[in-house]
């Protein structure tokens, strides 16, 4: 997936009603946060924030242009009216480059089991994992493929992959998926 940007302006009114014209231009209004706790406000645009916030998961880096100074972020959380369906504000954290951040993901599987189609039941055990990485190495999903796992057998932490940069910090004899047999 190539990488998502979107386009900000540095704003100086704050307040509610500075909030509201902001809303009616079509602009977002956003701060922007970083390692070491400082803040800066800025303002997005409506429909381009849509459209990456929308199809992004909370590990996906984004491009974030600030006044044409660009930096790697993560949309921490968006403000969302639900009657309007219309995003009020967002929140972006850019992460120190050389520093790994602690992440819980969930785990999807692909694939039917072997077991399975020979009759047995997939039982899900743990449905995330802890894993410590530089921003720009944390994956975007955690997807395993479980269709050679047969009757019996079971997929642990330890069996999985991640890449390199990658430290899955949830113990490595954890049980994922086992495949039971029929009762």
Same mark, same amino acid.
């Not at 785990?107 to 720009?136: C, D, F, N, R, W």
């Given at each position: 997936?190539?990488?998502?940007?979107?386009?900000? !302006?540095?704003?100086?009114?704050?307040?509610?009603?500075?909030?509201? #014209?902001?809303r #009616?231009?079509?602009? +977002?209004?956003?701060?922007? %946060?970083?390692?070491? =706790?400082?803040?800066?406000?800025?303002?997005?645009?409506?429909?381009? &924030?849509?459209?990456v916030?929308?199809?992004?998961?909370?590990?996906?880096?984004?491009?974030?242009?600030?006044?044409?100074?660009?930096?790697d972020? &993560?949309i921490?959380?968006?403000?969302?009216? +639900?009657? #309007?369906?219309?995003?009020?504000?967002?929140? &972006?954290f850019?992460?120190a480059?050389?520093?790994?951040? !602690?992440?819980?993901?969930?785990?999807? %599987?692909?694939?039917?089991?072997? =077991?399975?189609?020979?009759?047995? %039941?997939?039982?899900?055990?743990?449905?995330e994992?802890?894993? !410590?990485?530089?921003?720009k190495?944390?994956?975007?999903?955690?997807?395993?493929?479980?269709?050679? +796992?047969?009757?019996?057998?079971?997929?642990?932490?330890?069996?999985?992959?991640?890449?390199?940069?990658?430290?899955?910090?949830?113990?490595?004899?954890?049980?994922?998926?086992? +495949?039971?047999?029929?009762?």
């Amino acid at each position: 997936m190539d990488q998502m940007v979107i386009n900000a !302006k540095t704003r100086v009114t704050v307040g509610k009603k500075a909030a509201k #014209t902001l809303r #009616t231009t079509g602009r +977002i209004p956003a701060v922007v %946060y970083n390692s070491k =706790g400082e803040a800066v406000m800025v303002d997005v645009d409506e429909v381009e &924030f849509n459209k990456v916030w929308r199809s992004i998961t909370k590990t996906t880096l984004v491009t974030l242009n600030v006044d044409g100074k660009s930096s790697d972020v &993560f949309i921490k959380d968006a403000e969302y009216n +639900i009657r #309007t369906d219309k995003v009020l504000h967002a929140d &972006f954290f850019e992460p120190a480059a050389d520093k790994k951040l !602690k992440v819980k993901m969930k785990v999807q %599987y692909s694939g039917t089991p072997a =077991g399975v189609l020979k009759g047995g %039941y997939m039982l899900k055990h743990v449905p995330e994992v802890i894993i !410590k990485a530089v921003a720009k190495n944390i994956p975007q999903r955690i997807v395993i493929d479980v269709s050679k +796992i047969n009757i019996g057998e079971r997929l642990c932490v330890k069996d999985v992959n991640l890449g390199d940069g990658v430290e899955v910090l949830t113990p490595a004899e954890t049980c994922l998926v086992s +495949i039971s047999p029929a009762r």
